[in-house]
Nanobody
């Protein structure tokens, strides 16, 4: 079983930055993909960014150029550098881990609020 611990959310003014992280632990043989999703109030959960084991990345159009996803394979940790934050980025951000073997795991979420 894989446990995910997210941290680094919070309240920030428009134009500000945050860098949430997600650390995976437990029965991990190898992780294939790690990603971040978000869910705003009253909306469906959506993909923000994903990074594959080899380092290739994919971003939602709404965050491309502002957010950067990275991972530390040795520490099984994924980061999301968020710059130029906008009020519409306000949401609960969830970490998702897809192992090579086993079930997909989700974190509990970390709140990001962008407001003046």
């Amino acid at each position: 079983q894989v446990q995910l611990v997210e941290s680094g959310g919070g309240l920030v003014q428009p134009g500000g930055s945050l860098r949430p992280s997600c650390a995976a632990s437990g029965s991990i043989f190898s992780i294939n993909a790690m990603g971040w999703y978000r869910q705003a109030l009253g909306k469906e959960r959506e993909l923000v960014a994903v990074i594959m084991k080899g380092g290739s990345t994919n971003y939602a159009a709404s965050v491309k150029g502002r957010f950067t996803i990275s991972r530390d394979n040795a520490e099984n940790t994924v980061y999301l550098q968020m710059n130029g934050l906008k009020p519409e980025d306000t949401a609960v951000y969830y970490c998702k881990v897809v192992p090579v073997f086993g079930s997909i795991s989700w974190g509990r979420g970390t709140q990001v609020t962008v407001s003046s």
